[in-house]
């Protein structure tokens, strides 16, 4: 495809359809060549669809190309998004987790597993607990205080009430939790 025209731009920059999927068949290949110098397997599909993802859905990113090769702005916009989900998956996966899952495989147990067992009944338990016992009018400091653990102060004007009624729904909301361990699936 040659270089865009002034017509052909706008024609882009509003998200017309045709403009769009001619530009998704002809640049796709362009587009995982790009990602796969970073990623493979899932990781380079779901970046690629997310390129393109955002072509189709964002006006203010198509507006971002002002002219030129649309093949080394394409291949950029990619080479960047292959970068930023490695930089993300190597925050998520600080130095202690890895010693965490190597203690386990010395063990002789998955690491990953047992963490994602973990995390799945944390979960269970979670909505076990606001469903049998937290009253629903006391979920949003359940929310603030014990699950996003924010400060009592920050929580209360987040919430919009005085950190004296937070504070007694947050002792309330121990109370319920301390019984609901205990006693487990008892009423």
């Known amino acids: 495809m040659s270089e865009p025209g002034e017509e052909w731009l706008a024609d882009f920059h509003a998200g017309n359809r045709a403009v769009l999927e001619r530009c998704y068949r002809e640049r796709y290949r362009a ?45 950029q916009v990619a080479t960047n998004a292959a970068r930023d ?12 987790a ?8 010395q063990a002789g147990g998955d690491g990953e597993t047992s963490t994602f067992v973990e995390e799945v009944d944390a979960k269970i338990f979670v909505e076990r607990f606001r469903s049998e016992r937290l009253p629903p009018e006391w979920a949003p400091v359940f929310d603030a205080r014990f699950l996003r653990q924010l ?16 504070a007694y729904q947050e002792q309330r909301i121990r109370d319920l939790l301390r019984d609901f361990l205990l006693r487990g699936d008892k009423p």
């Open 85 to 96: 989900l490695l930089r993300r998956q190597k925050r998520e996966q600080p130095e202690e």
């Open 151 to 166: 400060p009592q102060r920050q929580a209360a004007e987040e919430l919009g009430i005085p950190r004296t009624t937070l």
């Open 98 to 105: 890895g010693r965490d899952a190597q203690a386990g495989e």
């Open 31 to 75: 587009v995982v060549r790009a990602i796969t110098r970073f990623l493979r397997g899932a990781d380079a599909e779901t970046v690629t669809h997310e390129v393109f993802y955002r072509l189709l859905s964002n006006a203010r990113f198509r507006q971002s190309f002002q002219g030129g090769s649309l093949d080394a702005w394409l291949t």
